[in-house]
């Protein structure tokens, strides 16, 4: 489970004092597909930060499973981000000198894990790039860039996956696609997705919305399409019970890159 408690981030430039979000409360059951919405400079990627641990709030806490983000240390929720925690992102973050099989295999192989290569084919294969799997990014389009960016969130079977504007650099068909894979891997992984857009007709498509405007919440509310939880149920790539690691820490990007090229 996701919980913010009174989330409060206030920043303070010369003779400026700017509060971006104020006592932000909600509580989000794992297995869950909620939206985060609102329109630009309503805090939605400053929560989406303090949710991930990516940043400390001024005021309030984060839990997540059970643990309060905001008492952990930098490193310690790192730690926590690379167990726990996976990342989709707008402009894709793929590193751009590996293939699609190989920036999926990325995360385990720095875990040190058996069975990369086959993991991220099966996974390739889940999002339909079976065909793609030795094409650089720069040989993929938009959308099959972000389906192997979803296929390497998913690599390591994380308990929450955070998605900011993942259709943002999609035409509107290519998004709605996104959206519906993400769906379906919610409902077979188990894993809580938490979706940042300011697109409320991809929003409607979750189970919950959860709406922003001037750092606060003004709506919180299921959707028409929302059903029971989404534990995971038996069969599919996601579905052998651990669930329990996750996408390497997107801040350590370079790193990867790094540490790929020494391998």
């Known amino acids: 489970m996701l919980e913010a408690r009174n989330l409060t981030k206030e920043f303070d430039s010369g003779t400026h004092h700017l509060t971006v979000l104020r006592d932000v409360s909600f509580q989000i059951p794992q297995g869950a597909l909620v939206a985060i919405v609102?329109?630009?400079?309503?805090?939605?990627t400053t929560l989406l930060g303090l949710l991930a641990g990516l940043d400390t709030p001024s005021r309030g806490a984060v839990i997540l499973d059970g643990v309060d983000l905001t008492a952990m240390?930098?490193?310690?929720r790192a730690q926590l981000r690379g167990q726990k925690v996976g990342f989709v992102f707008q402009a894709f973050q793929l590193i751009p000198t590996l293939t699609a099989q190989e920036n999926v295999q990325v995360p385990l192989e720095l875990r040190g894990e058996s069975g990369a290569e086959a993991r991220a084919v099966e996974l390739l294969t889940r999002v339909g790039l079976r065909d793609r799997l030795d094409h650089f990014p720069s040989q993929l389009s938009g959308g099959e860039q972000q389906r192997v960016a979803i296929a390497r969130a998913f690599v390591n079977k994380p308990r929450i996956l955070f998605a900011d504007e993942p259709t943002g650099n999609l035409d509107g068909g290519t998004?709605?696609?996104?959206?519906?894979?993400?769906?379906?891997?919610?409902?077979?992984?188990?894993?809580?997705?938490?979706?940042?857009?300011?697109?409320?007709?991809?929003?409607?498509?979750?189970?919950?919305?959860?709406?922003l405007a001037?750092?606060?919440?003004?709506?919180?509310r299921a959707t028409a399409g929302a059903v029971g939880g989404s534990e995971s149920t038996a069969g599919g790539p996601f579905s052998d019970g651990r669930r329990q690691t996750a996408e390497v820490d997107a801040a350590d990007a370079p790193g990867l890159v790094a540490a790929k090229e020494r391998a």
């Open 73 to 76: 240390s930098e490193d310690q």
């Open 175 to 211: 998004g709605a696609k996104i959206v519906a894979l993400l769906e379906e891997l919610n409902r077979e992984s188990g894993s809580t997705v938490v979706l940042v857009t300011h697109d409320l007709g991809l929003a409607e498509r979750t189970q919950r919305i959860i709406r």
């Open 214 to 220: 001037d750092g606060v919440v003004v709506e919180d």
């Open 38 to 44: 609102g329109p630009s400079g309503s805090g939605k």
